[in-house]
């Protein structure tokens, strides 16, 4: 649904009129309500990883120390590495990291250089450490911190700008969160919407990207060698 639409559906549950327009009104209800509407897309957005927010990225190794600014790496709506998820392929193996402030500048001190790269990010740069051979393909995911789009899909924001705008985070979760928060702000009781709210928001953390099965016996979908009886009756 669009953000207008959405807008809509909440005035129509808390029962003020409903506008044509939201980001251009000059109703200070509607005003409010795109000022609480980004407050919840923010704070959704900062609640978990959502991998509708999931990146990859792809660079090539230059023989210096740093490898370029994590926004030329990424795009400008860089927000942070996932961890371990970073790995060399050229090299078929994990580029370590992030080392702490202290591990880098005792590397530096100690001039250790190797064998395996490891990095940082300093400055909005990243750095490796030993400087790595140029021309090697690294690969790691990442966060990105906008959680809504233009009606197309193809431009994401970190802010409702227009009207027509859709949201890459559930947006019936962001309509009930919307509810919560106006009832807050005007002082009315918010608790059950809260509620609410909060079972959407688990319920969808819980699913979100699938997850995998924990087992704490035995590999389940191994396959080993030898004779396999199906189950069944094995008369003739």
């Not at 409903?18 to 795109?34: E, R």
């Not at 509708?52 to 023989?63: C, E, G, I, L, S």
Request: proline share 5%; glycine share 8%.
């Amino acid at each position: 649904m669009s953000l207008l639409t959405m807008v809509t559906q909440v005035c129509r549950r808390i029962g003020i009129v409903a506008p044509n327009a939201v980001v251009s009104s000059a109703d200070p209800q509607i005003i409010q309500l795109l000022a609480l509407a980004n407050e919840e897309g923010e704070e959704l957005a900062n609640r978990y990883p959502w991998q509708a927010m999931r990146q990859q990225a792809t660079f090539t190794t230059v023989a210096t120390e740093s490898q370029g600014t994590m926004t030329a790496l990424t795009g400008a709506d860089f927000k942070y590495i996932v961890n371990e998820t970073f790995y060399n392929r050229s090299l078929r193996r994990p580029v370590f990291g992030p080392l702490s402030d202290s591990d880098w500048q005792n590397l530096k001190a100690m001039q250790i250089n190797g064998p395996w790269n490891q990095f940082r990010i300093r400055g909005g740069e990243m750095l490796f450490i030993p400087v790595p051979a140029a021309g090697q393909d690294c690969y790691f995911e990442w966060q990105s911190k906008n959680w809504c789009s233009d009606s197309t899909g193809a431009t994401t924001r970190s802010a409702w700008g227009a009207d027509d705008d859709i949201g890459i985070l559930d947006e019936t979760i962001m309509l009930h969160g919307l509810i919560w928060r106006w009832k807050s702000v005007k002082g009315f009781d918010y608790a059950e919407d809260m509620a609410k709210y909060e079972r959407l928001v688990d319920d969808a953390t819980a699913r979100d990207g699938g997850k995998p099965i924990l087992n704490g016996s035995a590999n389940r979908f191994d396959v080993y060698p030898g004779v396999l009886v199906p189950s069944g009756s094995w008369a003739p």
